[in-house]
């Protein structure tokens, strides 16, 4: 799988469905099935180097409510993982242009769905578990580099 690839899958969410996350991400799913294994396993790959990409203080500074403002102040890992997810899922120039400016990050929207694209992609394929762990995490934090200041 390619990046051109990747970008071209994520295309194929449908936002006139809109409120149904699983019907948003339906087409995603059942195109990424009909690829090999090894294309499911890249495409999860590439989502989590794009989310870890994303994984900054800087970035977790411009979400909206819940935005970071300090290590001792509150703040959900698990939202601005799922504001990670609405920038790439608005597709590439959204991607590129959130990740060179920061302050370009939805604020307050989320569409933590796109974590689940690989493994039903992976289970509607094979009707196994997907046990694939990339290369990079995409979790909250786990970019150190992007949260040194921190």
């Given amino acids: ?18 409120g149904d996350d699983a019907a948003v991400i339906k087409p995603v799913v059942e195109a990424l099935a009909r690829r090999s294994v090894s ?11 794009r989310l870890f990409s994303l994984d900054t203080e800087q970035h977790a500074r411009q979400i909206g409510k819940w935005a970071y403002s300090g290590p ?3 703040f959900s890992v698990d939202f601005f993982l799922y504001v990670r997810c609405c920038v790439v899922a608005n597709g590439r120039a ?40 990339p290369p990079v995490s995409y979790e909250t934090f786990a970019n150190a580099a992007g949260w040194a200041a921190a």
Avoid: C, Y
């Avoid at 799988?1 to 469905?17: S, Y």
């Fill in 39 to 49: 294309d499911i396993e890249q495409f999860e790959a590439i989502l989590a180097e």
């Fill in 72 to 74: 001792d102040t509150e």
């Fill in 94 to 133: 959204f991607f590129e242009n959130a990740l060179k400016n920061p302050a370009r990050m939805p604020k307050d929207v989320e569409f933590e769905a796109l974590l689940s694209v690989a493994g039903e992609a992976h289970r509607l394929k094979t009707g196994e578990e997907f046990t694939f762990v």
């Fill in 1 to 18: 799988m390619t990046e051109a690839d990747f970008w071209e899958l994520i295309g194929k969410l449908d936002w006139d469905r809109t």
